[in-house]
């Protein structure tokens, strides 16, 4: 069964540095999201994307943030500038379609710890 | 704002009975509801969608939907030991509101213990 891949599976930074978080969403897939957990919350919306351009963005996404789907299987999530509350799980998930019977699939997470 | 509120747990229940596990939402246009599935330190998984009032069931899963009161539920029956995890709710908006595209809202989940 196709699944949503994502790598490394633990990223370990300094505070300011940047870092490239990497999925390969289901590849009939047309919608890609990526999410954070910050342990012991709740999984937050992060950041939508579709047809090449963010559909939808949460306050959280701020400039420090990006994504891209640099080739036709990859789909990143790029940290300029790490800070330590940056420190979470973060998920990729993608979704075939926009109608309400198409679900989102998430990957198996990056844990990403900043020092 | 968005919310999603569920019970945090944790909710114990013996093995073999039935779990019930409940949500409620705030926005009142939401259209397409999940459960997901999460062990501790793994990723969701998807166990449930309900888009209409009334009940689904999958195996030992039954979701049930009442829009008018902004309540979602799942029951499992037979629970097993394996079914010990976190349960998230989560919402989305309709598609006439960027549904398609919005993230999902999560509640914060529920704790479910099966005791042997």
């Known amino acids: 069964e196709p699944e949503v891949t994502q790598t490394p599976s633990h990223q370990v930074t300094q505070m300011g540095q940047e870092v490239i978080l990497r999925c390969v969403p289901i590849?009939?897939?047309?919608?890609f999201y990526w999410y954070r957990q910050i342990l012991g919350q709740k999984v937050e919306f992060l950041v939508s994307?579709?047809?090449?351009?963010?559909?939808?963005k949460s306050e959280i996404f701020d400039d420090q943030f990006s994504v891209e789907r640099p080739d036709g299987s990859n789909f990143t999530l790029k940290i300029r500038s790490t800070k330590l509350e940056d420190s979470a799980m973060y998920f990729c998930?993608?979704?075939?379609?926009?109608?309400?019977?198409?679900?989102?699939?998430f990957g198996p997470g990056t844990r990403l710890t900043v020092t | 704002q968005k919310e999603v509120e569920q019970n945090s747990g944790p909710l114990s229940v013996p093995e073999g009975a039935i779990a019930s596990l409940n949500c409620t939402y705030s926005?009142?246009?939401?259209?397409?509801f999940f459960w997901y599935r999460q062990y501790s330190g793994k990723s969701p998984e998807l166990i449930m969608s309900?888009?209409?009032?009334g009940d689904k069931e999958d195996g030992r899963f039954t979701a049930q939907l009442n829009k008018a009161s902004q309540y979602v539920s799942l029951l499992i029956r037979d629970s097993q030991p394996s079914d010990s995890a976190t349960y998230l709710c989560a919402v989305n908006p309709p598609v006439y509101r960027g549904g398609g595209a919005d993230g999902l809202t999560f509640g914060k989940g529920t704790h479910l213990i099966i005791q042997p």
């Open positions: 590849s009939n897939h047309l919608y």
């Open positions: 309900i888009y209409s009032n």
């Open positions: 926005d009142r246009v939401s259209q397409s």
């Open positions: 998930a993608s979704r075939y379609g926009v109608w309400t019977f198409h679900e989102q699939y």
């Open positions: 994307f579709y047809n090449n351009e963010i559909s939808e």
